[in-house]
């Protein structure tokens, strides 16, 4: 059994700084890619950023420069650390990661709410 819990999530105001953090656990032999996805009521899910297994990222253009996707492959985590947060950055974040048990597929984390105050 696999589990991704993230962290960090809250209110902040506009120009602020969160760091969300997602850890797996359980029966892993191996993790690809991880990543962030973000949702609003009423719209689809929307990839945020991915890094894959050996540090390669990508950005959404609406988070580019503000954003930093990293991982700590030792510790099976993944972290997005966010800059310059506006309003419109307000969502629930879902990680997921790419992971390895006795066969391939994605795993998702229950989300955490980040609010952006103006």
């Known amino acids: 059994q696999v589990q991704l819990v993230e962290s960090g999530g809250g209110l902040v105001q506009a120009g602020g700084s969160l760091r969300l953090s997602c850890a797996a656990s359980g029966t892993i032999i191996s993790i690809n890619n991880m990543g962030w996805y973000r949702q609003t009521p009423g719209k689809q899910r929307e990839l945020v950023a991915t890094?894959?297994?050996?540090?390669?990222?990508n950005y959404a253009d609406s988070v580019k420069s503000r954003f930093t996707i990293s991982r700590d492959n030792t510790k099976n985590t993944v972290y997005l650390q966010m800059n310059s947060l506006k309003p419109e950055d307000t969502a629930v974040y879902y990680c997921?990661?790419?992971?390895?048990?006795?066969?391939?597929?994605?795993?998702w984390g229950e989300g955490t709410l980040v609010t952006v105050s103006s």
């Open positions: 890094i894959t297994s050996v540090g390669s990222t």
């Open positions: 997921y990661a790419y992971i390895y048990t006795a066969y391939w597929r994605n795993y």
